[in-house]
């Protein structure tokens, strides 16, 4: 059986990503696949501590990361996962530092610093961002986000092989908007397109939980 593993890097278990991470999960469930979400603000760790314990020439943990905290089983866990998902919501331009702490003890142990920045992962696997963001559609580019998705695609694609993106914009942010200061915001309209919308995307998530599966299969 194939095994899909997604990592939540928003605090929020039951927000806009965990629901739409799950929805991806479904997808997979769907075409047989064994799923698990990890929600990384329940672990206790930080990001790498630039010990190059993991560039060692004949070192013991060349090609992977030396640190043992809470995210040692889940690195484990993904070397033998047949497809990656990472969800975050956007946090001043970019994924949460959640989120980035983790990229960087994920991929760096498997970089390889020769002419072709080579990968020490063993097998090609598909793997996917997750984007959520109070952003309307209209402002991703204006506010650089795209640029910092594509960098976070290609580092994804150079280590692991393939790498896509879904990206969820203007969410429905807070459970009461009267209870908090946001006056910028058209309430009804967010309700709206949380009616209309955020199922599609849904939709988009489960579709793509699915191809990944098959695309293993493949």
Do not use: W
């Not at 965990?18 to 698990?36: C, D, H, R, S, V």
């Not at 959640?98 to 002419?115: I, K, Q, T």
């Not at 063993?122 to 998705?149: C, W």
């Amino acid at each position: 059986m194939k095994k899909i593993i997604a990592i939540n890097g928003s605090p929020r278990k039951n927000g806009n990503t965990a629901i739409l991470l799950n929805k991806a999960l479904e997808g997979a469930a769907a075409q047989g696949a064994e799923t698990e979400l990890i929600n990384l603000y329940d672990l206790n760790y930080k990001g790498c501590i630039s010990c190059f314990a993991c560039k060692l020439k004949d070192g013991k943990s060349y090609g992977q990361c030396i640190c043992k905290d809470g995210l040692t089983s889940v690195l484990e866990s993904i070397k033998q996962a047949d497809a990656l998902l990472l969800g975050s919501p956007i946090y001043f331009g970019a994924v949460t530092g959640a989120m980035r702490s983790f990229m960087e003890r994920l991929l760096y142990p498997y970089l390889v610093y020769d002419e072709k920045y080579s990968t020490l992962f063993p097998r090609k696997i598909p793997t996917g961002f997750i984007y959520t963001m109070n952003s309307a559609e209209d402002k991703v580019e204006e506010l650089g986000y795209e640029q910092h998705f594509k960098v976070n695609e290609r580092f994804m694609k150079s280590i692991f092989g393939f790498a896509e993106s879904l990206f969820v914009t203007d969410t429905y942010q807070f459970d009461d908007y009267s209870k908090y200061v946001a006056p910028k915001f058209n309430v009804p309209q967010k309700e709206q397109r949380r009616q209309t919308e955020f199922p599609n995307d849904c939709l988009k998530a489960f579709a793509m939980g699915a191809k990944f599966v098959r695309e293993v299969e493949e």
